[in-house]
T-cell receptor, first 114, second 109 residues
Framework: EPEVTQTPSHQVTQMGQEVILRCVPISNHLYFYWYRQILGQKVEFLVSFYNNEISEKSEIFDDQFSVERPDGSNFTLKIRSTKLEDSAMYFC????????????FGQGTRLTVV | ELKVEQNPLFLSMQEGKNYTIYCNYSTTSDRLYWYRQDPGKSLESLFVLLSNGAVKQEGRLMASLDTKARLSTLHITAAVHDLSATYFCAVHYGQNFVFGPGTRLSVLP
């Protein structure tokens, strides 16, 4: 069964460092998303991406964040200068353009900023 | 801005009992989703509800959607311990999915 895969599963980084979180969406999907979830809390929308550009972003997605689809399969989230409050689980998701438009989520990357 | 609320936020119930989780949202949408999340895990899709009056059932879970009332329900029948998890509703809005705060369900023996 097709699935969204994310790497790494866990990343520990020092405050101020840059991190890149990687995702491989389901191959025939056209919409891609990043969400984050601080431990035990709400699932928060960061950004959606379609047709090689950002289609929508939240107020959380400031200049420290960027997304890229460097090739036909990967979808990345970069955080330029990490802060302690960036520690969270980051989920990538993808969906198709059909009626269902159901989002399928990857297993997540747990980012710990120390 | 779309707001999605769930209640209750915490639910502790005994095995064999029935209960309903409610999801309200503030702006018109005709697509609502229910997800399950086990601790430390990802979000697993349970139901996709696409129209007013939609009802879906899978095992002991049944979800419904009333778009006029902007309300969805997730009904649990004869709960078992394996259903212990956090349940999120999410509404498709614009180019994203807006999640409710989640209902943490514990089913006790």
């Amino acid at each position: 069964e097709p699935e969204v895969t994310q790497t790494p599963s866990h990343q520990v980084t020092q405050m101020g460092q840059e991190v890149i979180l990687r995702c491989v969406p389901i191959s025939n999907h056209l919409y891609f998303y990043w969400y984050r979830q601080i431990l035990g809390q709400k699932v928060e929308f960061l950004v959606s991406f379609y047709n090689n550009e950002i289609s929508e972003k939240s107020e959380i997605f400031d200049d420290q964040f960027s997304v890229e689809r460097p090739d036909g399969s990967n979808f990345t989230l970069k955080i330029r200068s990490t802060k302690l409050e960036d520690s969270a689980m980051y989920f990538c998701a993808s969906s198709d353009t059909g009626v269902m438009t159901e989002a399928f989520f990857g297993q997540g990357t747990r980012l710990t900023v120390v | 801005e779309l707001k999605v609320e769930q209640n209750p936020l915490f639910l502790s119930m005994q095995e064999g009992k029935n209960y309903t989780i409610y999801c309200n949202y503030s702006t018109t949408s005709d697509r609502l989703y229910w997800y399950r999340q086990d601790p430390g895990k990802s979000l697993e899709s349970l139901f996709v509800l696409l129209s007013n009056g939609a009802v879906k059932q899978e095992g002991r879970l049944m979800a419904s959607l009333d778009t006029k009332a902007r309300l969805s329900t997730l009904h649990i029948t004869a709960a078992v311990h394996d259903l212990s998890a956090t349940y999120f509703c999410a509404v498709h809005y614009g180019q994203n999915f807006v999640f409710g705060p989640g209902t943490r369900l514990s089913v006790l023996p």
